[in-house]
């Protein structure tokens, strides 16, 4: 039986996710020579990797200082395998309370996502990859392709069930030749949350979409024909001029966390949606006045800049309520 001891703490939890822009073990040159933000350069050692990990340990610190708690579900994406994971959450800001959950995918540069949890508020059930291949013909492109797994795993998470989905979407790179991938992903993975809807069982989408919230893609997968099956509290946040990544002059907001319907009534179940922001923090932020309100990225290209990720953490905060 779980503790509620850490829920009880505050009448609300929060979910994170956090794109931390190239988590290379040490000793990975042949993968990380795949990696545009890496290409040609030999010089990601042990010294770098502890610092990108002690500063990736501050924005979590920092997040609890401001929301007085750690997120109980913490998304990643562009982790090279579970290590990283597993090294972040041994510092001591994470107090040895966290696991993770991640699966090795066929991402040709060796780039992941996985979820890590409050082990005393979350108990796993059951944990799968959806594994996407595209082959020769997809499209027409000529070519075999695999991209990052989407991540499915199924929770018991204050008296609810919560089946949790952590996605980072093929990229827009070369005029956006993934853009047919990225819908098949979202069409399928629509299907599977669709089969969930008519039940008590909650859904929890979270990850980097290569898609900004108001964007076809996205506001399509909302929907199941007439029927509203998710909501994304980003769509707001994007109006407001709120962004988690930049390219170039374009602010973007990628990085998103959808909720079911489940999560908007608070007379039903014991948890609900109270906000979402995207996560900036004058620590976290580019220092120089060029790139005021961007993130302090680890990589300029292959320049090293010794920074957090390329992108902000997003979260969404949940009110809660006990159950008899």
Do not use: C
Request: negative net charge; glycine residues 6%.
């Amino acid at each position: 039986m779980l503790s509620n001891s850490y829920s009880r703490s505050a009448a609300f939890q929060t979910v994170v996710f956090y794109n931390v822009e190239n988590l290379f073990l040490p000793d990975s040159s042949e993968k990380r020579t795949k990696s545009h933000s890496h290409s040609g350069l030999n010089r990601w050692n042990r010294a770098r990797y502890e610092n990108k990990l002690y500063k990736l340990a501050n924005v979590f610190h920092l997040i609890e200082q401001k929301h007085e708690a750690l997120p109980v579900l913490i998304g990643f994406s562009e982790v090279q395998g579970k290590l990283p994971v597993q090294d972040l959450l041994a510092h001591s800001v994470f107090k040895g309370e966290y696991d993770v959950v991640h699966f090795e995918s066929l991402d040709e540069r060796g780039m992941d996502v996985a979820l890590a949890f409050h082990t005393k508020t979350i108990e796993v059930i059951e944990s799968q990859p959806l594994v996407y291949f595209f082959g020769d013909n997809f499209e027409g492109n000529g070519r075999a392709d695999t991209t990052r797994d989407v991540l499915w795993v199924k929770i018991k998470w204050h008296f609810e069930t919560v089946h949790v989905f952590v996605v980072h979407l093929p990229s827009k790179r070369e005029n956006d030749i993934n853009k047919a991938k990225r819908a098949h992903i979202l069409n399928e993975l629509k299907e599977r949350i669709h089969q969930l809807s008519g039940s008590d069982e909650r859904v929890l989408v979270m990850g980097d979409f290569n898609e900004n919230p108001l964007d076809d893609l996205m506001t399509d997968f909302l929907q199941m024909g007439d029927e509203s099956i998710l909501f994304n509290p980003f769509g707001d946040v994007f109006r407001a001029q709120n962004y988690s990544v930049f390219h170039y002059r374009q602010g973007l907001l990628f990085d998103q966390i959808l909720l079911s319907q489940h999560f908007l009534q608070q007379d039903k179940g014991s948890l609900h949606l109270l906000q979402a922001e995207v996560f900036r923090h004058q620590e976290i932020e580019n220092w120089d006045k060029r790139f005021k309100g961007r993130p302090f990225r680890t990589y300029a290209g292959t320049r090293y800049l010794g920074g957090y990720s390329d992108h902000y953490p997003v979260l969404v905060k949940l009110g809660i309520k006990d159950i008899p």
